[in-house]
């Protein structure tokens, strides 16, 4: 073998081990569980979700305040001068005033409108807290897609690292056999560059890595790039027979969420048809006031005040129109909801069962053109087969590795969208 030859594989070996070790140095390893507590924590998506929840329960109480007295305080102080004669300050009269009160107001009816508005934000709390459920939900997938994306990353640099090392033995063994003069130039071409593709493969499932990463990053709530490594298998538990679909998406989160947004569009209607009846208030006022400083004399007053609408240019019946199509339109759109989660749900089961199955079958095939390649070197070294027949089985080989963890890193996603589309979210993980 010539020196450049050997210079020239010398310096694809080292470049692979220089990928390897850039790869494995200074990572943070996670489990799947490390990743749920994370992101449960820190994605900001859950964070923005459970703060729509707060703000739920806080307009629950901005509206239900009405329902209690209103009670203000105020106190004032003044001083003011009239002039007479000729407008001299000599002649000015001043006076001061000084005056402090306080006035309260209850409500005491006004068609049951408050009371349905506030029953209206009780149900939106609950719709917001369903959204938060369908926000963990989808960010349980997007956690569970990245981190397996990651590991699949981490394992294809396995693997190509292991056909670059083939590769590299084929080259040598097909250099020897041309070195000989029981080869031809175009066989030893076409090993040069099968090795110079599995170089170029190590390093792109090195970036692989580095990109799977950054996407993991971002689901955990971290500002990328960050140094990460996943721990964890290809492991996918049978699903068994197939469950009652419809009962699932009872209880999936996007459709208890319009659920409760229906009830509340319910309430608001009955609000907006209390509208037309007089709004009855109580309403005080007690107080003190006086030319001198503590003020004195005393003054109170009580009364009621009744509200009757009469006409406003019909924007009270347009509201309750709105109101009605609002309700309207949430009816249909669960309904909607409902049958979209039953096709999703079905198609979801579906696809693991296919991807459990063709996982299962690349498995098999990898087991196969493993035996034959380890045959067909053998028979190659000796002559007993041709250059072309050994390498068609030397691809079939290498094709099946990376079949097969196409094959399990997809059955593991499947799952995880088969999750999602029940509904579960990053709570339900053990």
Partial sequence: MSASKRLFIAVFILSSVAFCRAFAEGEEVMTWEDCVREAAKNNPDLVSAQQSVYSA????????????????????????????GEF??????????????????????????????????????????????????????????AFISLLKAQDSVRIKEEIFQRRRQNYELVTLRYEAGREHRGSLMTEEANLLRAKYEVAQAVRDV??????????????????????????????????????????????????FQKNAAAYTLKSAKAQFFPTVTANGNAGKSDTDFPPDNDSWSVGATVSVPIFEGGRRVEQVKKAE??????????????????RDLDSAWTGLQNAIDNAGVQKKFLAATEERARISEAQYSTGFITFDDWIIIEDNMVSAKKSYLDAQAAALVAEAAWIQAKGETLENVE
């Fill in 88 to 145: 001299t300050d000599a002649e000015a009269e001043s006076t001061n005033t000084f005056s402090g009160d306080v006035s309260g107001s209850q409500l005491i009816f006004d068609g049951f409108k408050t009371s349905n508005d506030v029953a209206a934000a009780a149900e939106n709390i609950k719709a917001a807290q369903e959204g938060y459920r369908f926000s963990s939900s989808d960010v349980r997938f997007r956690l569970r897609d």
């Fill in 325 to 342: 199509a609002d309700l309207r339109k949430l009816e249909a759109d669960e309904k909607s909801r409902k049958d979209t989660l039953i």
């Fill in 210 to 259: 580095e990109f799977a990463q950054y996407k993991l990053a971002k689901e955990l709530g971290r500002t990328p790039p960050a140094a990460l490594a996943a721990k964890g298998d290809f492991y996918v538990a049978s699903t068994g027979e197939k469950p009652e679909l419809e009962n699932i998406a009872l209880s999936h989160p996007s459709l208890q969420r319009l659920a």
């Fill in 57 to 84: 329960k806080a307009q629950k109480g901005i509206t239900g305040s009405a329902l209690f007295p209103q009670i203000s305080a105020d106190a004032s102080a003044s001083k003011s001068k009239r002039e007479t």
